[in-house]
């Protein structure tokens, strides 16, 4: 490469020739997602929020979405990154139902196909930046991955991205229990939800609970959670410190 | 058929709509050894009938596998069908390192066929002469296939391919209502009945077939000669007759040009109609 590079310990071998088309960072992104396991099927949680930097852009960004007639996916990190994830993931059930046979691809397939993509991005040092939780239903198997943008992927009963991993990962590992009905996961996810509300800057008070069952894919309309600031170390802030410092 | 001036290229038309060399194609199906297909709900049975070129010889791999849920039984040009199981392979590999799960059989049989119809389109290509029983499951059960050199494929409940393939036709023919509900044993059981039917007086033994099952929780696995060589004793000494009677089998070599390939009994030939416009 004859151009002047500003970055001259940068090597040719790193990413593809025109550097300038390699991820080096998000810009707009989307926090936590949330998947938990129940009776009937998979709940995703995730709000709606579209980070841009330490700005709270937008604030109706849908980051879960139904995949084909079986599965779930919620997307964390870059926006425009998950919205091409979208598009490949389309065209696959496209050419899955094509094939007009009665075999589909369920969630178990979906994940992995993801998995290879994620990972073969990685391998190319131009990383989808995304971490990605795929649920899903099929011949009454239920099914609840994450792979994330180094290709890290896994199955579990309840799985998270981001910082609902270390604020909503315990609550569920406490509180999860096989066979909750729908009204009880939808609590659950609602405490996770709301902690991660007070917890990580990125959260905006407005979500979408998800449900996918063998019948199919519900997405709620989004709605905000009540939150409660009476704590009682709150109220007269400076009693047993006068003044700041 | 006799040779004519449209018969040289693969690409040229006779004037009667037909491609002589993929219907030569499927005429190197018929001189091969016999081989079976059946299928019941959750199972599919391949058996073959083993050639060897002399006594010295071992006999030739006619039944492959192709993955734990897949194989296939070929009749025709061995090293065609080797080089197309090879290739069945890799597409099976290629699915589950992408989708980690099994390649639907009729999915893999649908691209089976397009890959043999490329090879009756190109002038510098010639078809496979190899036909092809896939034997495999999806998610509806199990599926028996039959893709032949001209692009075609169908599903069966039991076929048979080969030379003196019509007499086992014939026995399939008159039991096949019964084998979905088979059981594992019965279906492996009218399979050996039906290779019989193609040795028309050899001894049956386990050294002169081979049989192969696939099955909804049961790998794609060819059966090892004791086994078969128990199952042969155990209706031999039972003194069973295949049920229905063989003589009946009505004449179906008729008129028919292809009586030039002696050995082969051949389903009804109209010069009319390509054999794979069916």
Known sequence: MNSVDSKPATSSLIGSEADSQRTLYPYVTGTSVVGIKYKDGILLAADMGGSYGSTLR????????????????????????????????DDLILSDNMWDDGNSLGPKEVHNYLTRIMYNRRNKFNPLWNSLVLGGVKNGQKYLGTVNMIGVHYEDNHVATGFGNHLARPLLRDEWHENLTFEEGVILLEKCMRVLLYRDRSAVNKLQIAKITEEGVTISPPYALKTFWNFSAFENPTLGAEGSW | ?????????????????????????????KQGSAAIGLRSKNHVVLACVNKSSSELSSHQKKIFKVDDHIGVAISGLTADGRVLSRHMRNE????????????????????????AQVCTQRSWKRPYGVGLLVGGLDESGAHLYYNCPSGNYFEYQAFAIGSRSQAAKTYLERRFENFMASSRENLIKDALFALRETLQGEKLTSSSCTI??????????????????????????????????????????????????????????????????M
């Open chain 2, 212 to 277: 192969a099952v696939v099955g909804v929780g049961e790998a794609f696995h060819v059966l090892d000669q004791e086994t078969v060589q128990a199952l042969i004793n155990e209706f031999e000494i039972a003194g069973e007759e295949a049920p229905a009677d063989d003589a009946a089998a009505p004449d179906q070599a008729g008129d028919s040009e292809s009586g030039a390939t002696a050995a082969d009994q051949a389903t009804p030939f109209d010069p009319d109609v390509a054999p794979m416009d």
């Open chain 1, 58 to 89: 937008y604030k109706s960004v849908e980051r879960l979405k139904p995949v084909g007639k079986h599965s779930l996916i919620g997307g964390s990190g870059e926006i425009s990154d998950f919205q091409e994830i979208m598009r490949y993931l």
């Open chain 2, 92 to 115: 099976c590999i290629n699915y589950f390192y992408s989708y980690e799960s099994q390649l639907p059989v009729g999915r893999l049989v649908v691209q089976l066929a397009d890959k």
């Open chain 2, 1 to 29: 058929m006799f040779r004519n001036q449209y018969d040289t290229d693969v690409t040229t038309w006779s004037p009667a709509g037909r491609l002589f060399q993929v219907e030569y194609a499927m005429e190197a199906v």
